[in-house]
């Protein structure tokens, strides 16, 4: 165990990596197990796949909301450009092997990050309600140059017959792997740069952080990974039709990512899992379905407007160091309590 | 390393400013020429025409609402000048980002405290980092070795800024968390972590004690001798202007009414009646 100076014991960077791959191979192992028993109906596993494609919706909406602290309402759109990339490519190469799957998830994820980067770099511009604005238009845009190439995308009836790729050991992979790789990018100087943002512009910029740029950059990130989980989504449903990237779409990822907190991560996923399991989980009271999904909003907004989590994140290693110090149930310390 | 007298002999330069002597080879860190800047029909600052020299703490005072923060905020590019140029280290400043002004040398602190006050004491003061490192995105995502390499170096030095204002063992807490004159410290922390050659200090020792300030004024001693850098501050203290700056300009209605030294300055009936009114001069 190393210390640090005030003998607080850590658990030394590598055995924190291995603790972590271990349980999330075990949790793999376990869901496959599961899945391909039949102890899961077709009903419930496909709500699994749903639920996996939409925390990569919200933790990706998580990086310009509740990160960058903007207010993008066009994630759909970067929904749309990745499922419909991933549909084609897929449906243009035959056959089920790894490359392809992620050749086709990347090369989404790649095109709707350039469609990020040509929005994000005017629409960057503006702050607030008028950014809103005007992502919501460029959401739209996309879905109506959907509809109207329909050489291409299938136009209104959409586009048939993709292949499903999106196994549950596609989706837990890949949506590990995006919350892995946006984790460590938070957990860097260009993470730190981009909270920075949020936190003080003006202080941002006069401390030599190039604010365009990094705004540019967390939004591009952020539609890379949609992109990702729009292709999910095509290898999931198997029919891509434009009306499944509309407005409301948008906004139901944003209520994820509000409701579970802007900026934690464990928020966007637990919201996401709840908000997405809920709907399905109600299906039997079907009349007063959406009067509980919208109470459950409001009182979530009422007694905890931060969040479900605010800005708390989960993580694993601090729990257990802290549980190897015997303090796992002591509040930490705040500034200038300990001066003396 | 040598002590830099406190208040050096300043010597003219082009007959539009002084400098301390021992500045005097060096071309200085920022010259200043007929700067003005209007607001609508106001004149918020007119004809102001400054040079600070390399290693000098120069000090800009003036009555409230004189314009001494306006000219902070035309230094860092905050607000175009209307007319007249900046020189910083030789550069002209006009056209720049603020943030490209930063990396040429520049940084500030702000008289209402601007902390990234979610973030930790650390991480703050890292953020400050933000010249010299040209790892990618990827390189960050991925772990590679340049991330590795990065927060080691970041960290090192974090610490090593936060120990010059005794601040090290709250790294670990969020910066919003902090006591009051914490915070102001932090702040020309995180402005120190951009490795600047000219620090602006708005109202350093807004809100603190006596003994506080006392410390401050020891602080930015340490800190001009400790990195070399010109320290140019607006103060309402006078305790601490006369005792720390070398070169001082007074502003009143967006003018200079008076350029000097301490002495002078606080000799000079023309600011004695900018602060205390006419009767008081007599």
Excluded at chain 1, 172 to 182: A, E, G, P, Q, R
Excluded at chain 1, 186 to 194: E, N, T, V
Excluded at chain 2, 15 to 37: F, M, Q, S
Excluded at chain 2, 249 to 259: M, P, S, T
Aim: aromatic content about 8%; charged content about 15%; some cysteine.
């Amino acid at each position: 165990m190393d210390k640090t100076a005030r003998g607080y014991r850590q658990i030394p960077v590598y055995l924190k990596y291995l603790i972590n791959a271990v349980l999330l191979a075990a949790f793999l192992v376990l869901g496959n197990a599961l899945l391909s028993s039949g102890a899961v109906n077709r009903a419930q596993s496909a709500v699994i796949l749903q639920i996996g494609i939409y925390i990569l919706l919200a933790v990706s909406l998580n990086v310009a909301t509740g990160y960058l602290g903007q207010l993008p309402l066009g994630h759909a759109g970067f929904m749309a450009v990745g499922a419909y990339t991933a549909a084609l490519i897929w449906k243009s190469l035959p056959g089920k092997n790894i490359g392809i799957i992620v050749l086709g998830l990347l090369a989404g994820g790649l095109l709707a990050a350039v469609t990020g980067m040509i929005i994000g770099i005017p629409a960057l511009r503006l702050k607030g309600d008028y950014l809103a604005i005007v992502t919501l238009g460029f959401g739209e845009i996309i879905r109506v140059l959907i509809i109207n190439l329909p050489g291409i995308t299938g136009g209104t009836p959409g586009l048939m017959s993709i292949p499903k790729h999106s196994t549950f050991m596609v989706v837990y992979i890949t949506v590990i792997l995006s919350c892995m790789l946006i984790h460590t990018m938070m957990k860097s100087r260009h993470g730190r740069a981009i909270l920075a943002i949020r936190e003080n512009e003006i202080a941002a910029e006069s401390s030599g952080v190039n604010t365009t740029f990094y705004k540019v950059l967390a939004f591009s990130v952020s539609a890379f990974f949609a992109g990702v989980a729009g292709g999910l989504y095509a290898g999931y449903t198997g029919i891509l039709t434009p009306g499944n990237f509309n407005f409301m779409t948008s906004i139901n990822i944003l209520v994820m990512v509000v409701l579970g907190g802007l900026g934690s991560m464990a928020g966007s996923i637990i919201a996401a899992g709840i908000l997405t399991a809920l709907p399905l989980a109600l299906q039997s009271f079907n009349k007063y379905r959406m009067v509980i999904y919208a109470l459950l909003l409001i009182a979530v907004m009422i007694f905890k407007p931060s969040g479900l989590l605010g800005r708390y994140d989960f993580s694993l290693s601090r729990i257990l160091e802290k549980a190897i110090n015997g303090r796992l149930f002591t509040k930490p310390r705040k500034a200038g309590e300990d001066r003396a | 390393m040598p002590k830099k007298p406190v208040n050096s002999n300043m010597v003219p330069l082009d007959g539009l400013g002084i400098i301390p002597e021992r500045d005097a080879g060096k071309p200085p860190i920022l010259d200043i020429r007929h700067l003005c800047v209007d607001f609508g029909g106001l004149r918020a600052v007119d004809d102001f025409t400054l040079l600070i020299g390399r290693t000098e703490i120069a000090g800009l005072i003036g009555p409230n609402g004189a314009g001494k923060t306006t000219v902070f905020n035309l230094l860092t590019n905050v607000y175009k000048p209307t007319q007249g140029r900046i020189l910083l280290n030789g550069q002209d400043t006009r056209g720049k980002s603020m943030h490209e002004l930063n990396r040429l040398g520049i940084a500030r602190t702000f008289q209402n405290i601007r902390l990234f006050a979610g973030m930790t004491v650390e991480d703050n003061v890292k953020v400050g980092m933000s010249h010299g490192y040209s790892d990618g995105v990827f390189t960050d995502m991925f772990r590679l070795p340049g991330w590795w390499r990065t927060e080691r170096r970041q960290h090192v030095r974090a610490l090593e800024l936060l120990d010059l204002f005794d601040l090290t063992d709250k790294a670990d807490s969020l910066a919003g968390n902090l006591p009051y004159g914490d915070q102001r410290r932090l702040e020309i922390v995180r402005a120190l972590a951009s490795e600047p050659k000219l620090l602006l200090l708005d109202e350093p020792a807004a809100g603190m004690n006596p003994s506080e300030t006392h410390e401050l004024m020891d602080n930015i001693r340490m800190l001009r001798d400790r990195f070399d850098i010109a320290i140019m501050l607006i103060e309402h203290d006078m305790n601490l202007v006369m005792g720390i700056c070398e070169g001082i300009a007074v502003l009143n209605y967006g003018k200079i009414i008076a350029k000097g030294t301490p002495k002078e300055i606080q000799q000079n009936p023309v600011v004695i009646e900018a602060y205390l009114g006419e009767e008081a001069a007599v």
